[in-house]
T-cell receptor
């Protein structure tokens, strides 16, 4: 089965600083990869997705992620953090047998200080 | 569109009681997913349906859990009898049929506390 590993359960940045959230995947087939964001007391919302097209994927709210096959990574970045980016971020990979079944990482909580 | 609707938003019950969680997917979506989120285990897929038919229930933890989708606009997740370890946030998500790379839209979740 495919899996993802998110390094760091918490990441703290200052407002205006670079955001880097790490995700590594394990897959025996070309994966489909996703980043979701969860704001407090809300469901998950899709930020961006990689589906074997361009390796650099741009998402909502200024986030982007780069698929690097050689490193089996799909790290999420944003050049300048905003207070409203404070949330939990989940990396996910589609499991064998179909796009629909997603396997989520354990999540990374992003803290943004003024 | 109102998005995925879940009810109740919060449920507090006592051990041994039956609990029923409800979900209304986005109209026109033909995939429906039930997830459970806990601090210890993160976000787990419990079961998913396609066109009201259960496709994969390998994530359902045990026989105390059951899910149904009697029609395209309604699904339930039932726990009977409930136990304290079932305390978690339960999410429902739905996905459209058109295309291959559609996203899953999540509801706001039901926070279940079993005392």
């Amino acid at each position: 089965a495919q899996s993802v590993t998110q390094l760091g359960s918490h990441v703290s940045v200052s407002e205006g600083a670079l955001v880097l959230l790490r995700c590594n995947y394990s897959s025996s087939v070309p994966p489909y990869l996703f980043w979701y964001v969860q704001y407090p007391n809300q469901g998950l919302q899709l930020l961006l997705k990689y589906t074997s097209a361009a390796t650099l994927v741009k998402g909502i709210n200024g986030f982007e992620a780069e698929f690097k096959k050689s490193e089996t990574s799909f790290h999420l970045t944003k050049p300048s953090a905003h207070m409203s980016d404070a949330a939990e971020y989940f990396c996910a990979v589609s499991d064998h047998g179909g796009f629909q079944k997603l396997v989520f990482g354990t999540g990374t909580r992003l803290l943004v200080s003024p | 569109d109102a998005g995925v609707i879940q009810s109740p938003r919060h449920e507090v019950t006592e051990m041994g009681q039956e609990v029923t969680l409800r979900c209304k997917p986005i109209s026109g979506h033909d995939y429906l997913f039930w997830y459970r989120q806990t601090m210890m285990r993160g976000l787990e897929l419990l079961i998913y349906f396609n066109n009201n038919v259960p496709i994969d229930d390998s994530g359902m933890p045990e026989d105390r859990f059951s899910a149904k989708m009697p029609n395209a606009s309604f699904s339930t997740l039932k726990i009977q009898p409930s136990e304290p370890r079932d305390s978690a946030v339960y999410f429902c998500a739905s996905q459209a049929p058109a295309g291959k790379y559609n996203e899953q839209f999540f509801g706001p979740g039901t926070r279940l506390t079993v005392l």
